[in-house]
């Protein structure tokens, strides 16, 4: 009360609040009135911030959090009550008969989509010191994983002849809010209209020291709230305050997808995923891909309640085999006849129906049922290692969907083809490879995209390669040393194009080739054989065709870095190599025309 001449109102009413919720921990410091004041001053301007930016204010974080611990310190089981069983869902094979018929459905769908990217975490796992969506996904083209998103949207809104540019939201952080908007304003935001990116910012919640749930002050600083990130479940929120989705739903689109910062495959496995929501209309569809039993990754699981409601959800890995045993299976999570586990992995890119969506959000305003993951000292489970926070997952999002929402899952049989993200530090993703687990890793990310383009061409168009691809380490990983071909969204966003624009058996590439082929109207009737680095690049209106061309050259080089390599960037760190441009074949079409490549020579035409 000495203090009230200083608060407004509201201030003083929130301060009372908390003092009646036992932190008055938070003011104990605060001397007589007028000594600190502009400090007392900063910490209220903070408290009222968190109090405004959490779904029923700041004193409810502290109930939730409270009852969260509660039931993390009882050990409660979350999914006390349910049986697990595998939902109803599509398993595909990538690039069948049955998927490029998908992929055309799927793509009148993507004309009445908005795309959601979640991108509000940094890159600490991964020891990047960057935004992630500013890595390079591939160093053969340089390509950032945010430009290759925007070219994908883009491609695919002039191919579905789209009646409306297609929104794209990115949800940053205090974290990557300020890079992710310099690098879409540096780069003319990719070829979109700015007014077709939106950027919503999701807000940090306050830490918690105990299981009292007392806020956590900065030990560096008395008058600043400890703070972390809330989670990606954040999104629904944020998407409901700002109006997003009620708008896009106004404006006639049907879908909204969900995708991950460092995911380069996921445009090859969202348009089939996107006619199998339209199918079975699904209010909620997850991407997934196939699970060994007991391997780190969710499982997609239908849940049936003694009471007889259900509920198709993520379960984490960790949960899933305690919850077979005591139900289904003695064994807990096994595989099956097939050699895998009977539920799909879940890879978190999802396609939600904007109709229930929107209807969803106002009813829950977009809030996502919590949970609390303290490390705890010792078993007596009292005291914590680190501060902890409430969290929350978008997968969670059928939690609150009504009795009778239809919620299945899309997998891809092929793991190679839709899944690879950069997630791991060298030394975290080495451990993995040891245990024989996928790396996750900056290197992976960029070998995993060759690899998918190269069986996607071998079984699309019978490309030529290597009949044995051999293997190569960086930062001790191992990985297949596929020849690093880059096929980008202009030239082919959907199989289909692959198939229209590579003539059957026309390409043959040795050992270590670099194609790059990136242009909305290239083609290659061949024979093309490559032994050395081809890049062709083209703009809007320029017409290339590839006829009989043989490259040779000294190509590039994906050389290994040195143990402790001065002079290498922390792009390159993370990847274990750099990519050296020795010799390369180069064709660039800046202007409209009708263009033939054929050697010897080049023929222009007009
Ligand atoms: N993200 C945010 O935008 N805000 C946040 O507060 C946190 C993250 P991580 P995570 O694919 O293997 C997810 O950290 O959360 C963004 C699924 O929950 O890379 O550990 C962030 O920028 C899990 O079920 O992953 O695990 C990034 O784009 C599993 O599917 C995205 O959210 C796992 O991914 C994911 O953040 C996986």
Partial sequence: DAHKALLTTKEYELLKSLVACGQGHLFSHWQAPGIGDGDKRRQVAQLMALHGSYHGGITAYISNAKKLLQDSKEG??????????????????????????????????????????????????????????????????????????????????????????????????????????????????????????????????????????????????????????????????????????????????????????????????????????????????SLAVPRKAKEAIGAISLLEHRDGSTLTINVEYNQLDPLLRATINKEGDVNDTTGWSPFPGNINQLVLKLDSYVQQLSRTG????????PKYKDSTKTVFKSSTRLECMMQDYPKALPQGSKVGFTTINQVWASYSPVKNSPADALAKFKEGNPTHSATSGEMDIYR????????????????????????GIEVEDYPKVVLSPRFAPLLKDIQEKIALGSIRLAPGAVLILDGPDISVKGPLTIDGALVVRSVLGSKVSIGRLDVKNAGWEWRALEEGQADATEEERIRGFRVIQKETKEYEFKQPGVCAIASPMLYKQS
């Fill in 76 to 285: 409660k089981n979350p999914f006390e009550g349910y049986t697990p069983k595998v939902p109803h869902g599509e398993r595909l094979d990538f690039a069948s008969a049955e998927y490029l018929q998908l992929e055309e459905a799927g793509l009148r769908e993507a004309g009445r989509s908005a795309f959601v990217l979640v991108a509000g975490g940094l890159g600490e796992r991964l020891g990047y010191s960057g935004i992630k969506v500013a890595l390079p996904a591939e160093n053969a083209s340089g390509t950032c994983f945010l430009e290759l998103y925007i070219q994908y949207i883009l491609a695919l809104q002039v191919r579905s002849g789209a009646s409306q540019p297609l929104p794209l939201t990115i949800m940053t952080s205090d974290d990557t809010h300020a890079r992710t908007e310099e690098l879409l304003t540096k780069n003319s935001y990719f070829g979109m209209k700015a007014g077709q990116i939106t950027l919503i910012k999701q807000e940090k919640v306050a830490c918690l020291t105990d299981n009292e749930a007392h806020l956590a002050l900065d030990p560096q600083d008395p008058f600043l709230i400890q703070t972390k990130p809330h989670g990606h479940g954040d999104v629904h929120a944020l998407l409901h305050s700002s109006g997003l989705a009620s708008k896009w739903k106004e404006t006639g689109l049907k879908w909204v997808c969900f995708f991950q910062d460092t995911n380069a495959l996921v445009f090859r496995a969202l348009i089939a995923a996107l006619a199998v929501s339209a199918k079975h209309d699904y209010d909620m569809n």
């Fill in 366 to 373: 977009g809030v996502i049922s919590e949970f609390v993951n």
């Fill in 452 to 475: 998918c383009n190269c069986l996607t061409l071998k079984s699309l168009t019978g490309m030529e390669m290597p009949e044995v691809i051999g293997s190569v380490a960086y930062n």
